[in-house]
């Protein structure tokens, strides 16, 4: 295998880069019918990684596609293959890898948005949902797969009559992800069924090096198109911390909701656990939240999601499930409640907001024990952050009230967890993460007003 190519190049003269901002989709050599899908969709001018990775795409070269959060990768890599497609039609034609089920929708979704008027047919291929509608939408020959790992190899090795013989574009999206340990039995044994000749493009915010580990494994000669620097994050995001003793997180977290009332959040905690007795804690104290996790079946997972993205819930409370590639442009806010302990997390996290052009803020809590790991993340993204400004005692008079509701949350969580061991000893399912809050009337009031001491 040849070295990649480099095709980064900061060093360009200044009227290169005006000439290239004024291209478009079609000087990028999209054809027209594609074209006026952008145009439909409000994408007026290519944005920098697709200016960068289309044209490359569209000669035929294997791609590394590294571009900050919200920069527009989906388009990079679906345009150059829906373009191909029309050249070329043909049944299981691309096949997408993501690590998330919920990614995997909206990837598909974007497809669809793209390619509506050529007709395309995607099916996505998840796990939490039913297997046997999945082995029928494949019976169908979609054009393009977009799957997480675990359950395309299940339809691999046991639907009838499916294979990918034939494909011609894998993408790996959130590449680093994907190819990190957790997916490597997966990812090995779906490039041992599908084709040595095709088109590979990996794409991320972050790139690791088993990119280069798989570069070696299965990419022809790639280009690396890096519009970033290596872990940039987005300029218009206003990225604050919050140092704060471990036990006053719950109190701290009402405080900035209360101050910064009116916003969209997404809230990130550590385990399904906390997530959900967070989700919890703050209805009982009359905020519209919701949880998102990997405990809850797929059904509500997507029923939370959808209701947060339809602005029925302002506040969505998420373990690094939802981390990685979600686009819900109206989120305002992002607070990593608890720290991620992969600083490359972080990166994924906070770029939940602040995505194409949009500006928004991140909050991240650092307790006593958490000091090495945002060194780390400050080290990380090259840059010293400046502390979320508090009024402690403010604070401090919330306390009582979050104390009351945390004893609910608690009472709840418990109530909670029986409720679904009985349900699946009754094979039934009923988790109903939104049932758990009769108690909630008993604290008092509704949503907690910030008490001025004026
Ligand atoms: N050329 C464009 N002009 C305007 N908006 C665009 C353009 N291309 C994509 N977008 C929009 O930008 C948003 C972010 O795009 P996308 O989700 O592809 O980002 P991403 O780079 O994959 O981010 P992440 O790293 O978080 O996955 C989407 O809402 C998308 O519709
Ligand atoms: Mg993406």
């Known amino acids: 295998m040849a070295a990649s190519e480099e095709h980064d190049s900061p060093e360009d003269p200044q009227p290169a880069a005006a000439?290239?901002?004024?291209?478009?989709?079609?000087?990028?050599?999209?054809?027209?019918?594609?074209?006026?899908?952008?145009?439909?969709?409000?994408?007026?001018?290519?944005?920098?990684?697709?200016?960068?990775?289309?044209?490359?795409?569209?000669?035929?070269?294997?791609?590394?596609?590294?571009?900050?959060t919200g920069s527009g990768k989906t388009g990079a890599f679906?345009?150059?293959?829906?373009?191909?497609?029309?050249?070329?039609?043909q049944r299981l034609f691309a096949l997408v890898l993501t690590p998330t089920r919920e990614l995997a929708f909206q990837i598909s979704e974007q497809f669809e948005a793209l390619g509506s008027s050529i007709g395309v047919q995607c099916a996505v291929i998840v796990g939490g949902i039913d297997s046997m509608s999945q082995s029928l939408a494949l019976a169908k020959k979609p054009h393009i797969v977009i799957a997480t790992p675990g359950r395309l190899i299940d339809h691999?090795?046991?639907?009838?009559?499916?294979?990918?013989?034939?494909?011609?574009?894998?993408?790996?999206?959130?590449?680093?992800?994907?190819?990190?340990?957790d997916f490597e039995t997966e990812v090995d044994k779906i490039l041992k069924v599908i084709p040595r000749d095709r088109k590979t493009f990996l794409f991320s915010a972050t790139m690791t090096k088993k990119v280069q580990k798989l570069q070696r494994a299965a990419l022809k000669n790639p280009v690396k198109c890096a519009v970033s620097s290596k872990y940039q994050t987005v300029e218009k995001?206003?990225?604050?911390?919050?140092?704060?003793?471990s036990k006053f997180k719950d109190t701290y977290l009402v405080y900035i909701l209360n101050e910064l009332a009116g916003n969209s959040f997404m809230i990130f905690c550590s385990?399904?656990?906390?997530?959900?007795?967070?989700?919890?804690?703050?209805?009982?104290?009359?905020?519209?939240?919701?949880?998102?996790?990997?405990?809850?079946?797929?059904?509500?997972?997507?029923?939370?999601?959808?209701?947060?993205?339809?602005?029925?819930?302002?506040?969505?409370?998420?373990t690094d499930v939802a981390s990685r590639g979600l686009d819900i442009p109206h989120v305002d806010v992002v607070v990593n409640f608890d720290i991620p302990t992969h600083s490359k997390d972080y990166i994924h996290r906070v770029g939940r907001t602040a995505r194409a052009g949009r500006s928004g803020k991140a909050i991240t809590f650092v307790t006593q024990y958490d000091v090495e790991l945002f060194q780390r993340i400050e080290h990380l993204i090259g840059k010293k952050l400046p502390v979320f400004p508090t009024?402690?005692?403010?604070?401090?008079?919330?306390?009582?009230?979050?104390?009351?509701?945390?004893?609910?949350?608690?009472?709840?969580?418990r109530e909670h967890g029986e409720k679904k061991k009985r349900s699946r000893e009754d094979a039934g399912d009923n988790d109903d993460t939104e049932g758990a809050i009769g108690v909630r009337n008993k604290v008092a009031g509704g949503k907690m007003k910030k008490r001025k001491g004026r």
Request: with cysteine; glycine share 4%.
């Open 391 to 413: 009024q402690d005692d403010e604070v401090m008079m919330l306390t009582e009230r979050v104390t009351e509701a945390q004893r609910f949350a608690r009472m709840e969580l």
């Open 78 to 89: 679906a345009l150059p293959i829906l373009n191909a497609l029309l050249e070329t039609p």
């Open 156 to 181: 691999l090795e046991n639907t009838k009559g499916f294979n990918l013989r034939a494909l011609k574009y894998l993408v790996m999206d959130e590449a680093d992800r994907i190819l990190n340990m």
């Open 237 to 245: 995001l206003q990225q604050y911390y919050l140092f704060i003793p």
């Open 19 to 68: 000439e290239e901002e004024t291209k478009t989709f079609k000087d990028l050599g999209v054809t027209d019918v594609l074209c006026e899908a952008c145009d439909q969709l409000g994408w007026a001018k290519p944005t920098k990684i697709q200016m960068e990775a289309i044209p490359m795409a569209l000669q035929g070269r294997d791609i590394i596609g590294l571009a900050e």
């Open 271 to 318: 385990t399904c656990n906390n997530t959900q007795r967070t989700a919890l804690l703050l209805r009982n104290l009359g905020f519209t939240a919701i949880p998102l996790h990997g405990q809850m079946n797929q059904s509500k997972r997507l029923g939370s999601l959808n209701k947060f993205k339809a602005k029925a819930r302002s506040i969505l409370l998420a």
